[in-house]
């Protein structure tokens, strides 16, 4: 599919596990988002990566979260020692170059942690 | 601080009925305007944009209203229809910065 794509769907955890979320742009989309979608609330920025330049970070809750993107495609967010609050769908989005102009969202990773 | 708000959390409409969909924003600095569909279990999908200097802006069957002296936006959708039921986000971009920021949604719901 053309799409951006996000695995796994779905994930259980028990608290204090980490977790990998894994975000798959569309081909050629230089900028990749995450954001946090609590129940029944809107979408909350996590970080921003652009090409080559250095990621906004300013939206991670705390240390705890961390991404990375490798060879500007591929895009992976780790939480660390998952708690309870992180409960949520993590959802990826890209776009082909910037802020101003549409984003393209994954379908989301639901996250559970127990 | 800044905020983007929506009036309503749930709207019920019956099929065939216009729908409007209304947001309000705190940031006067703001300069980007978007409203996305989102359905059960998929992530958001853009439906229609609009900038600051315009007050209107029309797709297929939707139309954005913003009111830059009251901070309002809304979102009208003509003769709804089955396929609209989701859970409408106006968002925001204040001008200089890299962040969209998401109103809490509002769940259109369609009566048959």
């Known amino acids: 599919g053309a799409g951006v794509s996000q695995s796994p769907s779905n994930k259980v955890t028990e608290k204090g596990k980490d977790v990998e979320l894994r975000c798959d742009p569309i081909s050629g989309h230089t900028a990749l988002y995450w954001y946090r979608q609590s129940l029944g609330q809107g979408l909350e920025f996590l970080i921003y990566f652009q090409g080559n330049s250095a990621p906004d970070k300013s939206g991670l809750p705390s240390d705890r979260f961390s991404a990375e993107r490798t060879g500007g495609s591929v895009s992976t967010l780790t939480i660390q020692r998952t708690q309870q609050e992180d409960s949520a769908v993590y959802l990826c989005a890209s776009s082909p170059s910037g802020w101003i102009e549409t984003q393209y969202f994954g379908p989301g990773t639901r996250l559970l942690v127990l | 601080g800044e905020s983007v708000g929506l009036h309503l959390p749930t709207l019920s409409v019956q099929e065939g009925d216009n729908s409007i969909i209304n947001c309000a924003y705190s940031n006067s600095a703001s300069d980007y305007f978007i409203w996305y569909k989102q359905e059960s279990g998929k992530g958001p999908q853009f439906i229609i944009d609009?900038?600051?200097?315009?007050d209107k802006r029309q797709g297929q069957r939707v139309t954005v209203l913003l009111n830059k002296t009251v901070k309002h936006l809304s979102l009208q959708i003509a003769a709804t229809q089955p396929g609209d039921s989701a859970v409408y986000f106006c968002?925001?971009?204040?001008?200089?910065?890299?962040?969209?920021?998401f109103g809490q949604g509002t769940r259109l719901t369609i009566n048959p």
């Open positions: 968002a925001e971009n204040q001008k200089g910065a890299q962040k969209l920021v």
């Open positions: 609009i900038r600051s200097n315009m």
